[in-house]
Each structure stands twice: as C-alpha cells, then as structure tokens.
C-alpha cells in the first residue's frame, strides 16, 4: 500500500508539473466549470421554482442568498486557506504536512457552521430583516432561510472538501459530489414545492437533502483514500501556525464571501425603495451573471492548483503561462456568452416573472451587467493568482476591492441621482474599476518572478 501510495503521489507530481499548461488547466477547470454550472443551475432552478409561488416567495430566494455568501464565506476561507498551503506542500513534497491542512481546515470549517448554525436560529427574524427581507417577504425568507441553517454544517465542510480535491488536481472527484447534490436538489425542487405542497419550504428541504448527500460523496474520496492528503481527527494539528496559515491565506475568500453577503444586503435594502418587484428583479440578474461568471472563468478554477503546484516546485514559467492562458481563455469564453445573454435579456427574466416592471427592471439592468462582465476576468486571475501561491495580502486588497469595498459605495450614492438605475449599473461599475487596479498589480508580479530552478 505504501508503494502504491508513493507511485501515485510522483506520477500526480509529474502529471502537474509536465503536461502542457493550457492542456492541464482545462482538465482541472472542466470539470469544475461543470460543477460550478450544476451548482449555479440550482440556485436558479430554487428561484424559478419559488417564483412560481408568489412574486414575495421569489423575493425571499434574493434574502436567503445573503445567508448562504455567509457559508461560503467560511467554507472558502477553510477550504481555499488549506487547499493553496496543501498544493504546495505537494508541489514540494511534504505529504504529512499536507495532511495537517487538510484535517485542521475541514474541521474547523464544520465547526464554523455549528456556531452559524445556532446563532442563524437564534436570531432567524433579525437576521432576516437585516438581509433586506420587507414585511410581505419575511415569513417565506423564514421558512426558507431555516432549512438553509440547518445544513450549515455540511455546506461549510463540503467547500473545503471540495477544494482539497481541486487544488491536488482530482477536479473529476470534486465534481461527482457537487454535479450529484446540484442535480438532486433540482429534481427535488418540484417535488417537495408542488407535489408534497411544502412551497417554500419544500426549496429548502431540497437543498438541504441534497447538499447532506452531495457532503458524504465528497467525504468519501478521503475515506477511500482517493487523495493524497487525509482527513482525520489525529491529523489536526496543534500548531496553530498551520491554522494562522490556513486562515491568512484563504482570509481573501473570507473577505470576498463576506463582503458578498454586505452587498447582497446592501442591494436589498436600496432595492427595497422600488419595492418587491426591484428586490426580485436584482435577484434574478444577480442569479443570471452567476451562471455567466462560472462558465466563462470556471476554468480558472483548474489554473489555481496549477499555479500553487509549480510555485511550489519552483517552475515559475509555468505559473507565468497559466496566468495568460486564464486571462484569455476566460475573456474570449465570457464575451461570447454575456453577447447571447444581452440579445435575449427580456427573454431570460421572463423565465422567472412575467410582470412588467420586473422585466423592465431586470432586462436593463442584465444588459449593462453583460457588457461589464468583460472586466471581471482581469480582477478574479489576479485574486486567484495570488492566493494560490500564498501571497496573502494582495489578494485580499483584489478580493475586496472586486466584492464590495467599490460597490458597497456606489450601490448607496447612484441612486440619489439615478433611482433604480443607480443600483443597475453600482457592480457593472464596480467590475471596471476594480479590473483597472488589478491589472498593474498582476502584470508588476510576474515580471519579477525568477528563472525556473
């Protein structure tokens, strides 16, 4: 076993550090695409669904949404922390240590989401209300945003387990477990909402049930010994640099997430102005740009593990080409999926609600969000860049200028002079001038990266 064990720990290795960049990124970054894709279809397939109970039910998916950044705020800072220390303790050899990473972020992950877990049920109404929820949609956010917190737990876990797989390169393992849970919720979605006439609260048993099942998958591969690292208790380690690595360093994905989760409420309560329709609307668009933003760069998904892997072995050209690569790669893919999505705008709003203003609001707003979404690319590789080879600081300057330290702003004084326009263009906006500063910084780095050794 041990033999077998360190055979496929050097062909990994050289699997990572040999395959030609462009080759590799899109093994490790399709399958996350799809997974990403899966994930972002269910989120819609819970709007779309819940629409269809009442224009207030739709709006409470846009308020809950703010609950579940605050998950993924956690579980990505575990899971991205560990996984960019674990690629390259690989990348360098050091397995054990590897193992430490991996063991002190998934359970310091689960434990994040018992504590939200409890203090979200504690605190149910105040913190729906402080999500943006207005008197009419506030029973359906509450009856929705329970289930949501009672998989807390598992949803914090699964990110880290899934990023552990990503950043060894076994994207394919990772994306078994997310596809499955995406799949089952979306076909639990109806049935639980119409058939068993749950309604809202139907959309969250589904997620919850499938978010468990798509946990135990993920788990599975670290208890198949599928990877290299493990994941177990007697691994936690009781150094707590390993655990100030794992939290400054995915300390950007924190900063991302949670501002995400401010903005979502920012966006709330200024659409909460224009009513229901507006809150709904913005929803939609935010839902819709989502999917837009993981099929064109779910692809840098497969440059992170690729970049932190030959930072760590010292090939340095490599890392220089993977960042080009994404750059491209996710801009050409991104521009021609926001063209299909300007032309039929109304159309794709309409799925979700067929009352005037929310198409009205919502296909303007689509459309200024696609021609910005151009800039997107430069500010995420730069983020991803950078935290996946541990420097820390930048990346958290990017992650937040890119989440909401520029939007937060713009999102409360545009619509003093616009209205609701003002919220439409406050993160379009936000995505130029953040890609103006992380271009410099990104292109000043690899200009400085040494030789290869």
């Known amino acids: 076993m041990k033999l077998k064990q360190i055979t496929s720990a050097e062909n990994q290795y050289k699997k990572m550090t040999e395959t030609p960049v462009a080759r590799l990124i899109l093994s490790l970054g399709i399958p996350t695409t799809i997974s990403m894709l899966i994930t972002n279809i269910y989120n819609m397939a819970d709007s779309y669904f819940v629409s269809h109970i009442s224009l207030s039910a739709g709006g409470a998916t846009s308020i809950v949404f703010g609950i579940m950044s605050i998950l993924q705020a956690f579980g990505f800072m575990f899971g991205h ?107 639990l979605d109806p049935l639980f909402i119409f058939t068993f006439d749950m309604g809202i609260s139907g959309a969250g048993v589904a997620t919850a049930v499938s978010q468990f099942i798509s946990f135990m998958i993920l788990l599975s591969m670290f208890l198949l010994n599928k990877t290299q690292s493990k994941v177990s208790i007697r691994f936690i380690s009781k150094d707590v640099r390993i655990l100030g690595n794992i939290i400054i360093t995915g300390l950007p994905s924190l900063a991302r997430q949670g501002l995400n ?44 593990p690729v970049s932190g892997f030959n930072y760590g072995a010292k090939k340095y050209s490599r890392v220089k080409k993977g960042t080009l690569f994404t750059l491209v790669f996710g801009a050409a893919f991104i521009g021609i999926i926001s063209a299909f999505c300007f032309a039929f705008a109304p159309q ?57 330290l520029v ?47």
């Not at 807390?152 to 990023?163: D, G, I, K």
């Not at 296909?363 to 420097?391: D, H, N, W, Y």
């Open 348 to 404: 794709i709003i309409a799925m979700f609600r067929k009352e005037t203003l929310v198409i009205e609001i919502g296909s303007e707003a689509l459309r200024i969000m696609c021609v910005f979404l151009l800039f997107l690319p430069i500010s995420v590789v730069a983020t991803m860049l950078f935290q996946s080879i541990g420097k820390s600081l930048p990346a958290l300057i990017l992650s937040c200028l890119q989440s909401g």
């Open 261 to 304: 989760s401010v903005s979502t409420m920012v966006l709330n309560a200024q659409a909460k102005l224009f009513g229901d329709a507006a809150i709904a609307a913005m929803g939609y668009v935010g839902r819709t740009s989502s999917l837009i933003f993981c099929v064109g760069l779910g692809i840098g998904q497969g440059f992170q």
């Open 407 to 453: 939007f937060i702003p713009l999102c409360v004084i545009l619509p003093h002079f616009w209205g609701s326009r003002g919220i439409e263009l406050a993160q379009p906006l936000a995505y130029f001038i953040s890609a103006v500063i992380s271009l410099p910084m990104m292109f000043a780095f690899l200009r400085q990266l040494p030789h290869d050794e």
């Open 81 to 187: 922390g560990a996984g960019s220390n674990i690629s390259r303790m690989l990348g360098s050899k050091h397995i054990e240590k590897a193992s430490r990473y991996a063991s002190t972020g998934f359970f310091g992950a689960l434990f994040c989401g018992f504590m939200i877990l409890a203090g979200g049920l504690i605190f149910l109404e105040p913190l729906m209300r402080l999500l943006g929820s207005t008197d009419t949609i506030l029973p359906y956010a509450k009856d929705y945003g329970m289930w949501i917190l009672l998989a807390a737990p598992v949803m914090t876990a699964s990110c880290v387990l899934n990023n552990i797989l990503r950043y060894e390169g076994k994207a394919a393992l990772a994306m078994m477990g997310l596809t499955t849970g995406g799949i089952l919720n979306i076909l």
